[in-house]
């Protein structure tokens, strides 16, 4: 007889995980594509929306059949960057940047997004330790490209954003001590 595996986790309900505070609207001084630019790194670069948005799904996916309360979590986190993703990719048009999955340096040399700038551990400690990690170095890469573009707007949105890393840190840290 074949045996069945199957994975009663159940992601109907997951949402966001993000601080209960609205964005600023999304728009920006002027056009500029040396800030798109910056914000192409955010975007898509080693330390980026897109690089955490993939190694936690990946990390959910592995977990979910044996730790479904933290895949849960894990995916809210994911559903997060998602959304940052998207304000990122918004402000880069609105910056006259391009949206392409290249993160541009200041010379405009760009480099495509690849799945070597990911951590992938096998124990879900160390997935979670890995999570603290990336939301720590976004918040850095966040906090250096602020002081580096003269836009409110921008920062503000940085800003925002900010405080939702601020909170998955929270989050993974919580998860971990009750591992």
């Given at each position: 007889?074949?045996?069945?595996?199957?994975?009663?986790?159940?992601?109907?309900?997951?949402?966001?995980?993000?601080?209960?505070?609205?964005?600023?609207?999304?728009?920006?001084?002027e056009?500029?594509p040396?800030?798109?630019?910056?914000?192409?790194?955010?975007?898509?670069g080693?330390?980026?929306?897109?690089?955490?948005?993939?190694?936690?799904?990946?990390?959910?996916n592995?977990?979910?059949?044996?730790?479904?309360?933290v895949?849960?979590?894990?995916?809210?986190?994911?559903?997060?960057?998602?959304?940052?993703l998207?304000?990122?990719?918004?402000?880069i048009?609105?910056?006259?940047?391009?949206?392409?999955?290249?993160?541009r340096?200041?010379?405009?040399?760009?480099?495509?997004?690849?799945?070597?700038?990911?951590?992938?551990?096998?124990?879900?400690?160390?997935?979670?330790?890995?999570?603290?990690?990336?939301?720590?170095?976004?918040?850095?890469?966040?906090?250096?490209?602020?002081?580096?573009?003269?836009?409110?707007?921008?920062?503000?949105?940085?800003?925002?954003?900010?405080?939702?890393?601020?909170?998955h840190?929270?989050?993974?840290?919580?998860?971990?001590?009750?591992?």
């Open positions: 007889m074949e045996e069945r595996k199957t994975n009663d986790c159940n992601f109907m309900n997951v949402a966001p995980i993000m601080m209960d505070l609205p964005y600023p609207p999304l728009q920006v001084k056009k500029n040396a800030y798109a630019n910056l914000l192409s790194v955010d975007y898509c080693a330390v980026s929306e897109m690089s955490a948005i993939t190694q936690y799904i990946n990390n959910e592995r977990l979910s059949c044996e730790k479904c309360e895949a849960k979590t894990i995916l809210g986190i994911a559903m997060a960057e998602m959304i940052h998207q304000k990122l990719g918004e402000l048009v609105l910056l006259g940047g391009k949206i392409d999955f290249a993160a340096n200041c010379h405009g040399e760009s480099r495509m997004w690849t799945p070597e700038y990911l951590t992938l551990p096998d124990n879900p400690g160390k997935m979670l330790v890995a999570g603290v990690e990336s939301e720590r170095d976004a918040i850095h890469q966040y906090r250096m490209h602020m002081r580096m573009m003269k836009d409110p707007y921008v920062n503000a949105t940085l800003a925002r954003i900010i405080k939702d890393e601020e909170y840190i929270m989050m993974l840290q919580t998860l971990m001590k009750d591992m």
